[in-house]
């Protein structure tokens, strides 16, 4: 994200060869992970509320799927690392411009085309379908889901009140993902299919709205989640400081 924003700014690419390749993986590899960490999180809750009764995820399984999260992301991510090509263009009076592009074999431009259509499919179109697949069964299974034993009216209440939350919660996440990610990847298809020319100002607004999409969940959480709220309450008062009595 760094290096996005010092090319924004200076206009040129001064981190070198290697990083010109670093980069644009790192660009590419965070956002598979965090898209397909999602799927990975609506995946869990789905087991959790369909199969309350199984044994939740352990540690050893949680490992493995995070290399297996960190695997994919970079086998789609390598392509566009490896194709990557520094430039230089001098201006004139001393004045060097480097510039980092993609160097696709040909034909690059069907190559660069493909690839990016194949990356919005699967890892956009199919984490999102996947997502919200999960969430709407989840969502149906919460409705339908009516309070155990004899209630009365107010628990009754609690309990609607409740299940009402949770679903606009999943809603809100799955809007989230489908609304802050949506920009980056049709600029990007645009982009690789010639549509627009490449402008680093729209490029650097929708990567930082698509990466800031995971700065909202845990505030949705904590509007949404009454569980949620208690446990991070909980979590500061361990790391409060005690204030010990001093004795008069």
């Given at each position: ?11 040129t ?34 087991q ?16 493995i ?17 490896i194709?990557?090509?520094l ?50 069964i ?42 802050c ?5 049709c ?62």
């Open positions: 994200m760094y290096c996005v924003q010092t090319r924004f700014v200076n206009s690419w001064v981190f070198g060869k290697l990083m010109c390749h670093v980069s644009r993986f790192a660009q590419y590899c965070s956002v598979h992970v965090s898209a397909l960490t999602l799927v990975a999180i609506a995946l869990d809750r789905h959790v509320v369909m199969h309350p009764m199984r044994q939740r995820i352990s540690k050893f399984r949680g490992v799927c995070i290399i297996v999260i960190w695997v994919t992301a970079s086998c789609f991510s390598l392509p566009h690392a194709y990557q090509k430039l230089r263009f001098d201006l004139g009076h001393r004045k060097v411009r480097m510039v980092c592009l993609s160097s696709f074999p040909q034909p690059s431009d069907v190559v660069w085309k493909y690839l990016d259509l194949a990356t919005f499919f699967l890892l956009y179109v199919l984490p999102l379908a996947i997502i919200s697949i999960a969430y709407v989840v969502a149906k299974k919460l409705w339908t889901r009516n309070a155990i034993g004899d209630v009365t009216i107010a628990q009754y209440a609690a309990h609607r009140r409740k299940k009402k939350m949770t679903l606009k919660m999943l809603m809100l996440v799955v809007a989230v993902f489908a609304i990610w949506f920009p980056l990847n600029y990007v298809i645009l982009v690789s299919s010639k549509a627009i020319d490449t402008n680093n100002a729209l490029y650097f607004t929708f990567h930082w709205f698509a990466m800031s999409s995971t700065c909202y969940n845990p505030f949705i959480y904590c509007w949404l989640n009454s569980s949620f709220r208690a446990e991070l309450k909980s979590l500061i008062f361990i790391f409060r400081p005690k204030v010990e009595a001093v004795p008069c």
